[in-house]
């Protein structure tokens, strides 16, 4: 089972609009770090996408990728959704919609935001065919186990994928590290977690913050994504454990 992490920087991305790269150094090419989304992978070959973020076709194109078989949503936020247009290409050919995938309230607010990709429009089909999480257990093959985990205000969607015997988590924007959280990810594989910057913040986790959600559920590995301009790549990698990597764009791990 494999994981290709599309995407590793915060909502911003790295650098941000006018070459800010804050303590980012310029010149190592992982600090360079589009919207956060991944893909996973199975033996067999299929993919199954989470998010769509703002550029997602050209982590698409960068990693090669030319279908998937289903998308998951985290949550509805714009850097994590803002690129569902790009969906159109994997929507050709087929004879009906991209499965898609996303709590009641994500989907209720997709359908909202973005209608035509789910009804079609001015004669065109629908792009993804939408449905909510509470009934998915398998996917393309896959075991899907989803948690809703606290954003703030708001909730946002953890996922634990498993196939050919392996499992990886996905657990991007939250603000508070939570027991169910814990037990969820118990003895995942490989573990994908927010970690914006290494001061707290209201709406995302720290750096100890996800050092402590790996520590404690155990993960074989622990992958930090959702990184901010604080957060230069070579700098953090000699500041983590042996078992915890510094997530960057094209990134693959094998479970």
């Known amino acids: 089972m494999k994981l290709i992490v599309l995407g590793s920087g915060t909502s911003t991305g790295v650098p941000r609009i006018g070459e800010d790269w804050g303590e980012c150094d310029p010149k190592e090419p992982k600090n360079r770090r ?4 991944i893909v996973v ?16 076709r050209n982590q698409l194109l960068a990693n090669g990728i030319a279908k998937v078989d289903a998308v998951f949503w985290t949550h509805d936020h714009a850097d994590h959704c803002h690129g569902i247009d790009d969906l159109r290409p994997i929507r050709f050919g087929r004879t009906s919609g991209v499965p898609g995938f996303a709590s009641e309230a994500t989907a209720r607010r997709l359908r909202l935001r973005f209608d035509y990709v789910f009804k079609g429009q001015h004669g065109y089909p629908s792009i993804v065919d939408l449905s909510t999480l509470e009934n998915v257990r398998m996917c393309a093959g896959f075991g899907v186990e989803t948690l809703e985990m606290p954003h703030g205000p708001i909730t946002t969607t953890a996922y634990r994928f498993e196939a050919d ?12 590290l939570t027991d169910d959280m814990v037990d969820f ?33 155990k993960a074989g590995k622990t992958v930090l994504s959702h990184l901010d301009k604080s957060m230069d790549y070579a700098t953090l990698c000699d500041e983590v454990p042996s078992n915890v990597l510094v997530g960057y764009d094209g990134m693959e791990l094998v479970a």
């Open 185 to 217: 990810f118990d003895g995942i594989d490989i573990l994908v977690t927010d970690c914006l910057r290494r001061e707290p913040h209201p709406t995302h986790a720290n750096l100890a913050t996800a050092l402590e959600l790996g520590r404690r559920s």
């Open 165 to 176: 015997g392996k499992s990886i988590g996905y657990a991007t924007d939250f603000s508070e």
């Open 34 to 37: 589009t919207r956060v989304s």
């Open 41 to 56: 992978e199975s033996a067999a070959g299929n993919r199954l996408l989470v998010d769509t973020s703002p550029d997602l």
